[in-house]
């Protein structure tokens, strides 16, 4: 069984740095297209990045702010998230997608995914 546990968030001031981690076990992350997703309170998850076998996606919002990576040594997946605004806020999910090599309308898509996180709270204050 794939389990996925993300680290890393917390609270700072608009303008500031997180990194976030995903670390996988059951399964080695090289073979996965990895998701990031963000859900702010009352809304629906919504795409942020993603890394394929072949490159890496983001949402306009967070396109120059936000830089995903992985490394396959240590079987994790960190997002990046600098110049942090207030609209950031809310919890952050890795998730895991089987059939890696995905192009960017499937990736963004979090219906596509097979494995998911339980998320960690990023807070961003004015």
């Known amino acids: 069984q794939v389990q996925l546990i993300e680290s890393g968030g917390g609270l700072v001031q608009a303008g500031g740095s997180l990194r976030l981690s995903c670390a996988v076990s059951g399964n080695h992350v090289s073979i996965y297209d990895m998701g990031w997703f963000h859900q702010a309170p009352g809304k629906e998850r919504e795409f942020v990045a993603a890394i394929t076998w072949g490159t890496t996606y983001y949402a306009d919002s967070v396109k120059g702010r936000f830089t995903v990576s992985r490394d396959d040594a240590k079987n994790t997946v960190y997002l990046q998230m600098d110049s942090l605004k207030p609209e950031d806020t809310g919890v952050y999910y890795c998730?895991?997608?089987?059939?890696?090599?995905?192009?960017?309308?499937?990736?963004?898509?979090?219906?596509?995914?097979?494995?998911w996180g339980q998320g960690t709270q990023v807070t961003v204050a004015s």
């Open positions: 998730a895991a997608h089987r059939n890696g090599g995905s192009y960017f309308n499937t990736a963004r898509r979090s219906s596509n995914y097979d494995y």
